[in-house]
C-alpha cells in the first residue's frame, strides 16, 4: 500500500514537472490598421514561419476594416497592440488615449497623389484651379500641411485648390471628378493601373519626395504595458520576432504574398496585387530594425502642428514614443 501511495505521488510530481515544462506561450494581440494585406505581410510571415513560436510566443492577428479604429480596440481591452499612422495615435493619445510608440517598422511613407496627365498638372504649383482627392480621418493633415507650405489655399477660393473628400477608391479619378486622388504605393496607385489607365498616362507626387511625409505603419501599446517588466519582455520578443518576419519578406516577396492570401478569409485579395503590395511595402520597411527615427518623428510632429486652423494635434506631444522595447533587442 505504502508503495502504491508512493507511485501515485512520484506521478503526480512527474504530471507537475512535465506541465511546468509545457508552458504554454505567452499570449498576445495584434490589431491590424487595415483588412488582412500585404501591407502586413511581415507579421503573417512570422506567424506563419514559427518566428512567434521561438520566442515563446502565440500572437493573435485581427484584421482591420473602414469600420474599425484600432485605439479605440486598444482602449477597450481588445488587443495588446495596434498598429497605426503616427496622426492617428498621437491625435488619438490628445484626446486621452494614452498610446505609445514601441517600434517603428515603416521607415517610409507610401502616401502620393496621383493625377492624370491630361489635366497639365506637372508641378505642384499646377495643383491651382484643380480638384484634389483626398482621405479624411486624420490623414488629411500632411496634405494641409503640403498645400499651407506651397501657399495654395484649400477653400476652393481663386487661385487655390477644392478638396474633395475622397472615400477608399480611386473611383474620382476613374470617372473625372478629380484631377488628382490619393493613392498609396502600394494599394490605390495599382488600382488605377488595373483599372485601365496606364502610367504613362500618370503624374505622381510623392509626400516623401516633397518633404511633407509623416509616419504610417508603427507599433503602439497602452502607457500601462510599459510599467509592466513582464510585458516589456513579451513586446520586445514579439517585436524581434514581427523584424524577422520582415525580414524574410523582403528576401521571398511572392512566398510572403501567398502566406498573406493563405490568411485573407474574405477571399477578396488577388495574387498579383498581393505580390505587388509585398514588393512595394518593402521599400517603405526598408531594412528597418523595427526603431523609430526620432528625426523622422520630429518632422512629422511639426507636419502635424501646422494644419491651419485645425491641426490633427495642438501642442508637442509628451511621452508619445519609449524605447523600452527596442532597447531589449
Not at 514537472?17 to 498576445?28: C, R, V, W
Not at 507650405?149 to 478638396?163: E, F, K, M, R
Not at 485579395?269 to 523622422?296: C, P
Request: with cysteine; hydrophobic share 40%; glycine share 10%.
Amino acid at each position: 500500500m505504502k508503495a502504491l501511495k508512493s507511485l501515485a505521488l512520484a506521478s503526480v510530481l512527474g504530471a507537475g514537472l512535465f506541465a511546468t515544462g509545457a508552458q504554454a506561450a505567452d499570449e498576445l494581440t495584434l490589431q491590424l490598421k487595415w483588412v488582412t494585406q500585404g501591407q502586413f505581410a511581415g507579421y503573417y510571415v512570422a506567424k506563419d514561419k514559427g518566428f512567434y513560436e521561438e520566442e515563446d510566443l502565440d500572437v493573435t492577428i485581427k484584421p482591420g476594416g473602414p469600420d474599425i479604429a484600432p485605439p479605440q480596440v486598444i482602449a477597450g481591452g481588445g488587443a495588446d497592440v495596434i498598429i497605426d499612422w503616427m496622426p492617428s495615435a498621437l491625435a488619438s493619445r490628445e484626446k486621452g488615449v494614452p498610446l505609445v510608440n514601441i517600434a517603428q517598422p515603416f521607415q517610409k511613407s507610401g502616401m502620393m497623389l496621383t493625377c492624370r496627365k491630361e489635366t497639365g498638372i506637372s508641378s505642384p504649383e499646377d495643383f491651382r484651379g484643380k480638384t484634389l482627392g483626398v482621405w479624411f480621418f486624420g490623414n488629411e493633415y500632411p496634405f494641409l500641411s503640403w498645400m499651407s507650405q506651397l501657399g495654395i489655399a484649400t477653400d476652393g477660393s481663386d487661385g487655390g485648390v477644392t478638396v474633395l473628400k475622397q472615400g477608399f477608391n480611386v473611383d474620382p479619378l476613374l470617372q473625372k471628378q478629380a484631377d488628382c486622388i490619393s493613392t498609396m504605393t502600394y494599394n490605390e496607385y495599382w488600382q488605377v493601373i488595373d483599372a485601365g489607365i496606364p502610367a504613362e498616362e500618370l503624374v505622381v507626387f510623392k509626400y516623401e519626395d516633397q518633404g511633407v511625409a509623416t509616419l504610417e505603419d508603427g507599433l503602439y501599446v497602452l502607457e500601462s504595458s510599459l510599467e509592466d517588466p513582464a510585458m516589456v519582455d513579451k513586446l520586445a520578443r514579439f517585436v524581434k520576432a514581427s523584424m524577422k518576419g520582415w525580414a524574410y519578406a523582403a528576401e521571398n516577396p511572392e512566398e510572403a504574398a501567398e502566406i498573406v492570401l493563405e490568411n485573407d478569409a474574405t477571399g477578396a485579395q488577388t495574387e498579383k496585387h498581393q505580390i505587388r503590395m509585398v514588393g512595394e511595402i518593402n521599400k517603405l520597411v526598408d531594412g528597418s530594425d523595427g526603431k523609430l527615427d526620432m528625426a523622422a518623428y520630429e518632422r512629422t510632429v511639426k507636419s502635424l502642428l501646422s494644419g491651419g486652423s485645425d491641426p490633427v494635434i495642438t501642442k508637442e506631444p509628451e511621452g508619445a514614443t519609449s524605447t523600452a522595447v527596442t532597447d531589449k533587442l
